[in-house]
């Protein structure tokens, strides 16, 4: 299978919500209908880490690639290699966008699959960094955002994220204000600030965004701005689907904020700290003296 198809298909099994299209494209078009990889990586609860799954029999405790077909779709099942305790099922659907190529050969031009079904259920629940950030409010609306995301309920998930941005707002600039506070960058952090007192949300974030200075973004990578432009993209006029895409990334620009990006900034803030100490070994003692 080509990488880049196995790649979008682990992404189907591992993060795909329920009922929801998922569309692959295939260039050059493929001389048949692709199946689901044989092996994934995914995260397994009780090895506590990333292993290989592989393809298991969904009727029997053999080993096998057979699949079976419950009048609808079919039913995949994968197990974790590592502790072969955890398991995987899922019901899938998959219509094919057949072509002829130029020498006459039948191809597939494209798959659509839908996911009918999963064992265990697609989780709800958060990062624990993301969970540890967020008030008590904020952390229910994220859960219903993740709930709707799993089941594939679009213009709900859409509602929630942009509900958590609007009561977070001043979460998330006072997050980013502390951090140039520590970079020395008063007048940054001044100038995030006073975007929390701008009348309205979108206007916040995008003051907010502009003041970022270089340092705040990683890999040059402004995290206001991805966010701002998935806010600004609002509801109306959008499909359900439409809906559940700008809500992924949403979810995802959130999760980066309050997990990834955190982390790094704190990281690079320790790291100063200590070449700080290390060209300055007389004030690093009086430091520890003083502690």
Same mark, same amino acid.
């Given at each position: ?119 265990? $259920? !697609?989780?709800? @629940?958060?990062?624990?960094? *993301? %969970?540890? #950030?967020?008030?008590? =409010?904020? &952390? ?57 007192? $701008? !009348?309205?949300? @979108?206007?916040?974030?995008? *003051? %907010?965004? #502009?003041?970022?200075? =270089?340092? &705040? ?67 690093? %003692? ?6």
């Amino acid at each position: 299978m080509r990488p880049n198809v196995a790649k979008a298909l682990i992404d189907f099994i591992n993060t795909w919500p329920l009922y929801s299209p998922f569309s692959v494209k295939f260039e050059p078009p493929l001389p048949g209908p692709p199946n689901l990889p044989l092996t994934i990586l995914r995260d397994c609860r009780v090895c506590q880490a990333t292993p290989t799954w592989s393809e298991k029999n969904p009727i029997s405790q053999g080993w096998s690639s057979a699949i079976i077909s419950p009048g609808m779709g079919s039913i995949l099942a994968y197990e974790c290699m590592h502790c072969e305790r955890q398991q995987l099922w899922i019901w899938f659907a998959r219509e094919d966008e057949r072509g002829t190529a130029a020498n006459g050969q039948a191809v597939v031009n494209g798959s659509v699959f839908r996911k009918l079904g999963q064992w265990p $259920a !697609p989780t709800s @629940e958060p990062d624990r960094e *993301v %969970a540890n #950030a967020l008030t008590e =409010p904020l &952390l229910e609306l994220f859960k219903k955002g993740l709930t709707s995301v799993a089941h594939g309920y679009g213009l709900g998930a859409l509602a929630y994220f942009r509900r958590l941005v609007e009561d977070g707002s001043s979460l998330l600039i006072d997050l980013f204000a502390k951090r140039a506070e520590a970079e020395g960058d008063t007048e940054v952090a001044a100038q995030i600030r006073a975007a929390g007192l $701008a !009348p309205h949300m @979108e206007d916040r974030l995008k *003051v %907010a965004a #502009a003041a970022l200075p =270089p340092t &705040l973004r990683p890999g040059g990578v402004n995290p206001l701005s991805v966010l701002y432009h998935h806010y600004s993209r609002g509801i109306h006029g959008l499909s359900d689907d439409e809906c559940l895409v700008v809500a992924q990334h949403l979810q995802s620009s959130l999760e980066y904020i309050f997990s990834n990006w955190r982390r790094q900034m704190e990281d690079a803030a320790d790291f100063r700290r200590t070449v700080e100490k290390w060209s300055n070994p007389a004030k690093s %003692a009086k430091q520890s003296e003083a502690e």
